[in-house]
């Protein structure tokens, strides 16, 4: 069964450092998405991406966020300069469906922890 | 926007009951509400979903059921079984291209 690969699954980092979490969606998918889940707290939506272009981005996604579909294979989402807030498990989804979120599929996370 | 609630947080079920988790959501517009299983190490899987013009879906074991007028819906998993076992994660979509999630619910059958 096709899968959502994500790596690391852990990383840690200092504050202050820039990181980069990696996604290789399911392969006939075109709609990309970032989700984060703090310990304890909800799964929240970071971002959608569709078409090399950002379509929806939460109040999170800010300035320090950013994400890329740098070849046909690999989705990223850098972290430009990270803070302790940062620390989190950030999973990434992918969907084939155009406009819709239905059968989103997700990776098995990346626990980011930021000292 | 959209607030997802769910209850509970956590649930012990004797191996063969059944287990009921409870999500209410705050926007009319929601259509769409997926629930997630989620095991040690790996991320959400999709196991059932249901439209808003539906009132319930059974997929063998597991069900779903939506009240559009007191917005809320459940997830029903009978004879539980230990493999079972995993935090569930209810979700509604208000439109494309967003998940709005509750907080889980970690479900435990004990044999």
């Known amino acids: 069964e096709p899968e959502v690969t994500q790596t690391p699954s852990h990383q840690v980092t200092q504050m202050g450092q820039e990181v980069i979490l990696r996604c290789v969606p399911i392969?006939?998918?075109?709609?990309f998405y970032w989700y984060r889940q703090i310990l304890g707290q909800k799964v929240e939506f970071l971002v959608s991406?569709?078409?090399?272009?950002?379509?929806?981005k939460s109040e999170i996604f800010d300035d320090q966020f950013s994400v890329e579909r740098p070849d046909g294979s690999n989705f990223t989402l850098k972290i430009r300069s990270t803070k302790l807030e940062d620390s989190a498990m950030y999973f990434c989804?992918?969907?084939?469906?155009?406009?819709?979120?239905?059968?989103?599929?997700f990776g098995s996370g990346t626990q980011l922890s930021v000292l | 926007g959209e607030n997802v609630e769910q209850h509970p947080s956590t649930l012990s079920v004797q191996e063969g009951d059944s287990a009921v988790i409870k999500c209410t959501y705050s926007?009319?517009?929601?259509?769409?509400f997926p629930w997630y299983k989620q095991e040690l190490g790996k991320g959400p899987q999709l196991i059932i979903d249901?439209?808003?013009?539906?009132g319930e879906k059974k997929d063998q074991r597991i069900a779903v059921t939506l009240n559009k007028t007191a917005k809320h819906f459940s997830l029903h998993i009978t004879e539980t079984q230990p493999e079972d076992s995993a935090v569930y994660f209810c979700?509604?979509?208000?439109?494309?291209?967003?998940?709005?999630f509750g907080t889980g619910t970690r479900l435990t059958v004990i044999p």
């Open positions: 989804a992918s969907c084939r469906d155009r406009g819709t979120v239905e059968k989103l599929f």
């Open positions: 392969s006939n998918h075109l709609y």
């Open positions: 991406f569709y078409n090399n272009e950002i379509s929806e």
């Open positions: 926007d009319s517009a929601s259509n769409y």
């Open positions: 249901i439209r808003s013009n539906v």
């Open positions: 979700a509604a979509s208000i439109r494309a291209n967003n998940l709005f």
